[in-house]
């Protein structure tokens, strides 16, 4: 493959019939399908998310993000009484938010009704969102909980089952706009047996944001801009791994959050202990300093965390695994199955 059709975004199209795109979890979480790639011996194998300690030995690391879905979708009402959805993203300073917002005709200082004490205030937008404040609301974050909803990606179209199930077991800090999907597999019981032969657990953050919503549309993959997302990468994480790489153990990812997470702190060749803003936008080529095994979900066509796993596994591998994982008729998505990249 030349260079410029690594860089043509077309060259990570495939094909996904839509029944295919899960609309449920899979319960129990660990009894989701597990496509495992294994890139050195260049074969797949066909296993479920159960027989994940299978592939880990004593001495391995897990890294998750512990970063929790806030309850970030509201809806209200215009004065006129049209409807509006408002999903609110990050703080922006001077109690305005960036949000994304579906409505009729929104403008500039126009207000929408929440609940009886709740106002939102539309601000300008700004490259496809908008900046929204609550100004008779001083606690925002408790605002959220009381009337937000878990925002559910839009392709999954009708779940009305528990809203936790699009939570990880673990997460603990609140501040994302949508899960770190490859996480929901996991179990307390298969947390547990993993340690239980050897395998260190540690978490960083990443909250999720504007990226996960905005789909790349420049051919040109070089010319998509990557939004800027929280991160933290903890002092005993950093430990973790300086244990597990002095041991000869690997570092498995999961997820692409997790994954942009440690690579982010490692810019300078070494994983350092860092907390703030990340923009690394990973793209075939780009050389891992600190992941050697990743746990991820299947991802859609032509998006950016596609183009991370090709990064890591190579683009017509991952491919022909993607083809294969539509024959097996696998799930796809938030809901769906997952893959193992050794």
């Known amino acids: 493959m030349d260079e410029e059709a690594a860089f043509a975004l077309s060259s990570y199209d495939y094909h996904l019939p839509p029944e295919l795109i899960a609309q449920t979890p899979a319960d129990p979480r660990d009894s989701a399908r597990l496509l495992v790639l294994d890139r050195a011996a260049d074969k797949s194998y066909h296993h479920h998310v159960s027989d994940l300690p299978s592939f880990l030995q ?21 004065e006129s009484g049209g409807a ?13 938010w960036v949000a994304l917002t579906r409505g ?54 009708a779940y ?34 993993l340690q239980s032969i050897g395998v260190e657990w540690a978490t960083v953050t990443l909250h999720i944001g504007l990226d996960t919503f905005r789909p790349m ?3 040109d993959i070089r010319n998509h801009h990557i939004h800027t997302e929280w991160i933290e990468v903890p002092d005993d994480t950093v430990d973790a791994v300086a244990r597990t790489k002095a041991r000869g153990g690997r570092v498995f990812a999961v997820g692409t959050t997790s994954v942009r ?27 891992f300093r600190t992941v050697d095994a990743m746990l991820t979900n299947f991802h859609l066509p032509r998006s950016s965390l ?26 796809f998505f938030s809901f769906g199955d997952a893959m193992l990249l050794l």
């Open 58 to 78: 004593q001495g391995d690391l897990v890294v998750a993000n512990r970063s929790r879905v806030v309850p970030c979708r509201l809806h209200g009402f215009k």
């Open 84 to 96: 509006v959805e408002i999903l609110v993203l990050r703080p922006n300073g001077d109690g305005w």
């Open 104 to 157: 009729h005709r929104l403008r500039v200082g126009q207000h929408v009704v929440i609940a009886d004490e709740v106002r939102a205030e539309i601000g300008e937008a700004i490259e496809g969102t908008r900046l929204i404040r609550f100004p008779d609301v001083e606690d925002v974050a408790g605002m959220l909980d009381r009337y937000g909803e878990v925002p559910l990606p839009p392709y999954i179209h």
């Open 160 to 193: 009305a089952g528990d809203a936790d199930r699009y939570q990880t077991v673990y997460a603990d800090v609140a501040g994302s706009a949508a899960a770190p999907t490859a996480g929901l597999h996991f179990t307390p019981d298969l947390i547990g047996k």
């Open 217 to 219: 549309t420049d051919e």
């Open 261 to 287: 997470a440690l690579e982010h702190a490692s810019q300078d060749g070494a994983l350092r202990p860092y907390q703030g803003p990340a923009d690394l936008f990973i793209t075939p080529g780009y050389c």
């Open 306 to 331: 596609l183009l991370l796993v090709s990064a890591f596994a190579g683009r017509e591998r991952v491919l022909d695994a993607y083809a294969e994982a539509v024959r097996q008729q696998y799930r």
